[in-house]
């Protein structure tokens, strides 16, 4: 099936009553849950995945994604208004769009982040459409110890790459690996650290991982910021329009980023957080009065905006193409396939067409969707964030217990979920960063069997992964992905120690 | 010699690495599995020995960022246990009284706790979302919630 005809089944899904409806939904909770300074798009997506159980596959997984990129969408908006991210993404959406609010053109500024978000996203389900199919039809021939290299390669990007230390990030990864080990192990049978706890022999369903590290843990981080402003009845938005000058203004940034930040939402381990930070900078650095920044630029709000939703849909080429999430959000998303018992990776595009390009379809109409909910009617959904932040905190408990209780209906599952909310919480205060270590949980199964049938089919020599050209150049650029930042560091520690 | 912070964080990763290491090698062996169950965990032990030692005698330095972070006045931590608590204690008495009144008192509980004082609204909230809940999870997902002491 070509292209051209896959989009076509992908529009049918799309279009289809039950697929419009369907990514209403998940761009709207999306956009809400997006908007919530604190809960980011992995809670987001794992409170929704209880919501999709018995739901068809493709019309669930396009609410799914649209639920990841609303939140993208929407978390601009607290940024703007609040100076108070929704999620990590548009952290860099705040640098210049508070300062637009401040002055009295936050009307302005969401209009500014909503034209750029849509372009961004739009540009990038292009490119997705044509790198995802030519991936996967390359993939197709990956064997055990290709995927393993990958999939290596995806941890200690999203290690080296994470906030703060790189040791603390693979400690993260490490240890989401070693929660992975627990349970009946599939391959031989072995009870493995279940201390014969039959609650244990299935080991944790990602959900607990998910919503204990993320949607409790933030609860947590909610708690102690409780009294931070909401947004006051008061404040005035002021006028949406923009004037042609500040489209041309924006016209340059919105166009190069959207480039820059599809690429490096498809690289693992980066994603819309870096993307967006990339993107602010590389506009600075060009920009001829780079003064401007921070103090209210269009360039400097319409560059993460634009990066930060390019870099979502970016993240779909790994998900689907090779069924390897390369950061957090994805890899959550890949737990929300596996629920509904679709297997993303090279079969899914000719095995499950109406899946594969139902959801890059659905991305059209939903970025269509989220320009029209975030321009007429962001007014009215920004009250949102007038939520009193104590009934915030105890319902999203709620969506976090019903959502662990209805995957198992074992109670014991709601105190693992306490547990994993308290270790999180304990990560965040103890800078160990969250994503590292659900993406290992969810590769770790993956990564365990890749490795293990490579070790079958070389008869237990090592040589297997180096003795190919193709895992044997992942796994270096895995290492040159740990030692490049362990190098920069040391020298610059050197250097500061001479100056001392 | 455990001044900093690291240095402590890295000494309970170390003693959480070699419980695990330990219990990795008291994993049964088979003899014709080429790779067994033990080899990764062993594999995943070591790496995180390693680590915490590296975490230990890194001269990384805090920043004022992490250190603020770190920094959370003992009263806010109590209000944070006493959360726990309340979910520990809504986890205990779910399945026998049910999700209703269980979700609708904790609702109303924990945001009257954390500072919620609009009590016509709080109460309006407890009740709508949990019978809400119930009837999309029961009547429209086919899920199944604990029924309880009420009669539906």
């Given at each position: 099936?070509?292209?051209f005809?896959?989009?076509?089944?992908?529009?049918?899904?799309?279009?289809?009553?039950?697929?419009?409806?369907?990514?209403?939904?998940?761009?709207?909770?999306?956009?809400?849950?997006?908007?919530?300074?604190?809960?980011?798009?992995?809670?987001?997506?794992?409170i929704?995945?209880?919501?999709?159980?018995?739901?068809?596959?493709?019309?669930a997984?396009?609410?799914?994604?649209?639920?990841?990129?609303?939140?993208?969408?929407?978390?601009?908006?607290?940024?703007?208004?609040?100076?108070?991210?929704?999620?990590?993404?548009?952290?860099?959406?705040?640098?210049?769009?508070?300062?637009?609010?401040?002055?009295?053109?936050?009307g302005?500024?969401?209009?500014?982040?909503?034209?750029?978000?849509?372009?961004?996203?739009?540009?990038?389900?292009?490119?997705?459409?044509?790198?995802?199919?030519?991936?996967?039809s390359?993939?197709?021939?990956?064997?055990?110890?290709?995927?393993?290299?990958?999939?290596?390669?995806?941890?200690?990007?999203?290690?080296?790459?994470?906030?703060?230390?790189?040791?603390?990030?693979?400690?993260?990864?490490?240890?989401?690996?070693?929660?992975?080990?627990?349970?009946?192990?599939?391959?031989?049978?072995?009870?493995?650290?279940?201390?014969?706890?039959?609650?244990?022999f299935?080991?944790?369903?990602?959900?607990?991982?998910?919503?204990?590290?993320?949607?409790?843990?933030?609860?947590?981080?909610?708690?102690?910021?409780?009294?931070?402003?909401?947004?006051?009845?008061?404040q005035?938005?002021?006028?949406?329009?923009?004037?042609?000058?500040?489209?041309?203004?924006?016209?340059?940034?919105?166009?190069?980023q959207?480039?820059?930040?599809?690429?490096?939402?498809?690289?693992?381990?980066?994603?819309?957080?870096?993307?967006?930070?990339?993107?602010?900078?590389?506009?600075?650095?060009?920009?001829?009065?780079?003064?401007?920044?921070?103090?209210?630029?269009?360039?400097?709000?319409?560059?993460?905006?634009?990066?930060?939703?390019?870099?979502?849909?970016?993240?779909?080429?790994?998900?689907?193409?090779?069924?390897?999430?390369?950061?957090?959000?994805?890899?959550?998303?890949?737990?929300?396939?596996?629920?509904?018992?679709?297997?993303?990776?090279?079969?899914?595009?000719?095995?499950?067409?109406?899946?594969?390009?139902?959801?890059?379809?659905?991305?059209?109409?939903?970025?269509?969707?989220?320009?029209?909910?975030?321009?007429?009617?962001?007014?009215?959904l920004?009250?949102?964030?007038?939520?009193?932040?104590?009934?915030?905190?105890?319902?999203?408990?709620?969506?976090?217990?019903?959502?662990?209780?209805?995957?198992?209906?074992?109670?014991?599952?709601?105190?693992?979920?306490?547990?994993?909310?308290?270790?999180?919480?304990?990560?965040?205060?103890?800078?160990?960063?969250?994503?590292?270590?659900?993406?290992?949980?969810?590769?770790?199964?993956?990564?365990?069997?890749?490795?293990?049938?490579?070790?079958?089919?070389?008869n237990?020599?090592?040589?297997?992964?180096?003795?190919?050209?193709?895992?044997?150049?992942?796994?270096?650029?895995?290492?040159?992905?740990?030692?490049?930042?362990?190098?920069?560091?040391?020298?610059?520690?050197?250097?500061?120690?001479?100056?001392? | 010699?455990?001044?900093?912070?690291?240095?402590?964080?890295?000494?309970?990763?170390?003693?959480?690495?070699?419980?695990?290491?330990?219990?990795?090698?008291?994993?049964?062996?088979?003899?014709?599995?080429?790779?067994?169950?033990?080899?990764?965990?062993?594999?995943?032990?070591?790496l995180?020995?390693?680590?915490?030692?590296?975490?230990?005698?890194?001269?990384?330095?805090?920043?004022?960022?992490?250190?603020?972070?770190?920094?959370?006045?003992?009263?806010?931590?109590?209000?944070?246990?006493?959360v726990?608590?309340?979910?520990?204690v809504?986890?205990?008495?779910?399945?026998?009284?049910?999700?209703?009144?269980?979700?609708?008192?904790?609702?109303?509980?924990?945001?009257?706790?954390l500072?919620?004082?609009?009590?016509?609204?709080?109460?309006?909230?407890?009740?709508?979302?949990?019978?809400?809940?119930?009837?999309?999870?029961?009547?429209?997902?086919?899920?199944?919630?604990?029924?309880?002491?009420?009669?539906?």
């Amino acid at each position: 099936m070509d292209a051209f005809q896959g989009l076509l089944t992908g529009f049918q899904v799309a279009l289809s009553l039950e697929g419009i409806m369907f990514v209403l939904i998940g761009v709207i909770v999306g956009t809400l849950i997006g908007m919530m300074p604190g809960l980011g798009p992995i809670s987001a997506i794992a409170i929704m995945i209880p919501i999709t159980y018995g739901m068809d596959p493709a019309p669930a997984l396009v609410m799914m994604a649209g639920v990841y990129y609303g939140a993208v969408f929407g978390g601009s908006t607290s940024s703007i208004l609040l100076n108070a991210p929704g999620i990590s993404g548009t952290v860099a959406t705040a640098f210049d769009g508070y300062p637009m609010a401040q002055q009295g053109k936050a009307g302005k500024a969401l209009a500014i982040a909503a034209i750029s978000s849509f372009i961004g996203g739009t540009v990038s389900v292009v490119l997705l459409m044509l790198l995802a199919p030519a991936l996967s039809s390359v993939a197709i021939s990956f064997g055990p110890p290709a995927y393993f290299a990958l999939m290596f390669m995806g941890l200690t990007a999203i290690s080296s790459l994470s906030e703060g230390s790189t040791i603390k990030a693979m400690i993260a990864a490490v240890a989401g690996f070693m929660v992975v080990t627990i349970g009946i192990d599939p391959q031989t049978g072995t009870q493995r650290f279940t201390f014969g706890n039959v609650n244990l022999f299935d080991g944790f369903d990602f959900l607990i991982i998910a919503l204990g590290l993320f949607a409790v843990a933030e609860v947590c981080m909610l708690i102690l910021n409780r009294k931070n402003r909401s947004l006051s009845d008061d404040q005035k938005l002021g006028s949406l329009k923009l004037s042609k000058a500040d489209l041309k203004e924006m016209s340059g940034p919105v166009s190069r980023q959207s480039f820059v930040g599809f690429l490096l939402g498809v690289l693992p381990g980066a994603g819309a957080t870096i993307a967006s930070f990339i993107s602010y900078i590389f506009e600075k650095r060009i920009a001829k009065n780079p003064e401007e920044f921070g103090k209210g630029s269009i360039k400097g709000l319409a560059a993460p905006e634009s990066s930060n939703n390019a870099a979502t849909s970016g993240a779909f080429v790994p998900l689907l193409s090779l069924g390897i999430p390369g950061s957090g959000t994805t890899a959550v998303m890949l737990g929300a396939f596996l629920v509904l018992g679709v297997q993303p990776g090279p079969l899914l595009m000719t095995d499950r067409p109406e899946i594969f390009w139902g959801i890059i379809a659905s991305m059209y109409l939903g970025n269509v969707f989220l320009l029209i909910l975030n321009l007429p009617l962001i007014p009215y959904l920004a009250k949102i964030l007038s939520i009193p932040r104590p009934l915030l905190i105890s319902l999203v408990i709620m969506f976090s217990l019903i959502g662990v209780y209805s995957i198992s209906f074992n109670v014991f599952d709601l105190y693992m979920l306490l547990v994993f909310g308290a270790l999180g919480f304990a990560m965040r205060i103890f800078s160990f960063p969250a994503p590292p270590f659900i993406l290992a949980f969810i590769l770790g199964g993956m990564m365990e069997q890749a490795f293990r049938q490579s070790m079958t089919i070389s008869n237990g020599s090592l040589s297997i992964f180096v003795d190919t050209p193709l895992p044997l150049s992942l796994l270096l650029v895995a290492l040159i992905s740990l030692l490049v930042p362990a190098f920069l560091k040391w020298r610059s520690n050197r250097l500061a120690y001479k100056q001392r | 010699m455990l001044a900093s912070i690291n240095r402590k964080l890295g000494l309970l990763i170390f003693i959480v690495a070699a419980v695990y290491l330990y219990l990795s090698f008291q994993l049964p062996n088979y003899e014709y599995a080429p790779i067994d169950a033990d080899v990764i965990p062993k594999g995943l032990g070591i790496l995180l020995l390693v680590l915490s030692v590296f975490l230990f005698f890194s001269r990384v330095v805090e920043t004022d960022a992490e250190k603020a972070k770190r920094n959370i006045p003992k009263k806010e931590l109590g209000v944070i246990a006493a959360v726990f608590a309340m979910i520990f204690v809504y986890i205990l008495l779910f399945e026998a009284i049910g999700f209703i009144i269980t979700t609708a008192l904790f609702i109303f509980f924990c945001s009257w706790f954390l500072g919620y004082r609009a009590w016509k609204t709080n109460i309006l909230v407890s009740l709508l979302f949990p019978i809400v809940m119930y009837a999309i999870f029961v009547f429209a997902l086919g899920i199944v919630l604990p029924r309880g002491i009420l009669p539906f």
